[in-house]
């Protein structure tokens, strides 16, 4: 089967993008509400939390929002939130209290949690620490670092001590991660490195073996002569980076990067690209039937019907 045949399984060619909003600074953060019906998203520099239903259209939630980033649902239907801004993990309670989950790693602080998911199997809590938000005053706010590496952390859903899952050097910048299907495997993509690492997930949710999975996802981020980080981040940026991705229930990667969505087999092989009028920056399933695909693009926000939808949802 050609890569044209193979996307044509999971998205009818003749499907074409719905545009639901525009007029943001850059959307990220997609979760979809089941309980709702609604999607939750961020606008990160815009420091606001918008929703989106049919019933309602597109309604601010919350400003200021500490630049929240990426977003998840836990078990008993909390939101999660990666608040760039406060450098912390920040659960939502349907009451519309405010609680922490993650702060800090040993007595530090935490760089800028960036992106989240929950495990099904026992509720932990799995999140990527980048330290984007603590250099860039457009996604976070300028300060100081106490960790001196950018990590992959499990919180226990009970609460306590964090774990880290990675060795400190594994990544430059960790940024999107997902789940297999089955949760035997934890997906993370490296903005900086342009590449996606694959891990085994234990039954006591420890990672192991982690390897490449795919790579070549854009031109990675090395800088160039007299270049600032912030120039630098800013070509990646704007060439499309690898950042939020989500695996489909057959095992497929959906990813972002240069031209659109990138997606990526189970077994490692590229079968096509969702093109996208902006950068994509983060993706989501959800809709009555969880077959429309949300698309964070930048100033606008999309959605495409797929004939696949995701694993099951917490």
Same mark, same amino acid.
């Given at each position: 089967?050609?890569?044209?045949?193979?996307?044509?399984?999971?998205?009818?060619?003749?499907?074409?993008?719905?545009?639901?909003?525009?007029?943001?600074?850059?959307?990220?953060?997609?979760?979809?509400?089941?309980?709702?019906?609604?999607?939750?998203?961020?606008?990160?520099?815009?420091?606001?939390?918008?929703?989106?239903?049919?019933?309602?259209?597109?309604?601010?939630?919350?400003?200021?929002?500490?630049?929240?980033?990426?977003?998840?649902?836990?078990?008993?239907?909390?939101?999660?939130?990666?608040?760039?801004?406060?450098?912390?993990?920040?659960?939502?309670?349907?009451?519309?209290?405010?609680?922490?989950?993650?702060?800090?790693?040993?007595?530090?602080?935490?760089?800028?949690?960036?992106?989240?998911?929950?495990?099904?199997?026992?509720?932990?809590?799995?999140?990527?620490?980048?330290?984007?938000?603590?250099?860039?005053?457009?996604?976070?706010?300028?300060?100081?670092?106490?960790?001196?590496?950018?990590?992959?952390?499990?919180?226990?859903?009970?609460?306590?001590?964090?774990?880290?899952?990675?060795?400190?050097?594994?990544?430059?910048?960790?940024?999107?991660?997902?789940?297999?299907?089955?949760?035997?495997?934890?997906?993370?993509?490296?903005?900086?490195?342009?590449?996606?690492?694959?891990?085994?997930? $234990?039954? /006591? #949710?420890?990672?192991?073996?982690? %390897?490449?999975?795919?790579?070549?996802? @854009? !031109? +990675?981020?090395?800088?160039?002569?007299?270049?600032?980080?912030?120039?630098?981040?800013?070509?990646?940026?704007?060439?499309? $980076?690898? /950042? #939020?991705?989500?695996?489909?229930? %057959?095992?497929?990667?959906?990813?972002? @990067? !240069? +031209?659109?969505?990138?997606?990526?087999?189970?077994?490692?092989?590229?079968?096509?690209?969702?093109?996208?009028?902006?950068? $994509?920056?983060?993706?989501?399933?959800?809709?009555?039937?969880?077959?429309?695909?949300?698309?964070?693009?930048?100033?606008?926000?999309?959605?495409?019907?797929?004939?696949?939808?995701?694993?099951?949802?917490?």
């Amino acid at each position: 089967m050609n890569t044209r045949d193979a996307l044509a399984e999971l998205v009818d060619p003749a499907e074409k993008l719905s545009l639901l909003g525009s007029g943001y600074a850059f959307t990220e953060g997609p979760a979809w509400s089941a309980a709702e019906g609604c999607l939750y998203f961020s606008d990160i520099p815009g420091d606001a939390r918008w929703r989106w239903s049919d019933r309602g259209g597109m309604e601010l939630v919350k400003r200021p929002n500490f630049k929240g980033n990426g977003m998840a649902f836990d078990l008993d239907g909390n939101l999660l939130v990666c608040e760039s801004v406060t450098s912390c993990v920040a659960r939502f309670r349907r009451s519309g209290e405010r609680e922490l989950v993650a702060f800090h790693y040993r007595g530090k602080y935490l760089q800028s949690p960036n992106d989240i998911c929950t495990r099904r199997a026992d509720g932990s809590i799995y999140f990527s620490d980048p330290d984007f938000g603590r250099w860039n005053d457009v996604v976070g706010a300028k300060r100081s670092r106490d960790l001196d590496f950018n990590g992959v952390y499990r919180a226990p859903a009970e609460g306590g001590e964090l774990q880290l899952l990675v060795d400190e050097d594994e990544f430059v910048m960790p940024n999107g991660l997902c789940f297999s299907p089955d949760e035997t495997l934890l997906y993370v993509d490296d903005s900086h490195r342009g590449h996606i690492k694959v891990f085994d997930v $234990a039954g /006591d #949710g420890s990672l192991a073996n982690g %390897r490449v999975f795919f790579e070549g996802i @854009g !031109p +990675g981020i090395e800088p160039g002569p007299e270049e600032t980080l912030l120039e630098r981040h800013s070509r990646l940026h704007n060439s499309g $980076a690898v /950042d #939020g991705m989500r695996c489909d229930e %057959r095992g497929n990667v959906w990813v972002t @990067g !240069p +031209g659109g969505i990138w997606v990526i087999s189970p077994e490692g092989e590229r079968v096509g690209v969702i093109e996208t009028p902006e950068v $994509a920056g983060n993706l989501c399933w959800g809709g009555g039937d969880l077959r429309s695909l949300f698309l964070m693009t930048s100033t606008t926000v999309h959605v495409l019907r797929t004939r696949v939808g995701p694993p099951p949802l917490p």
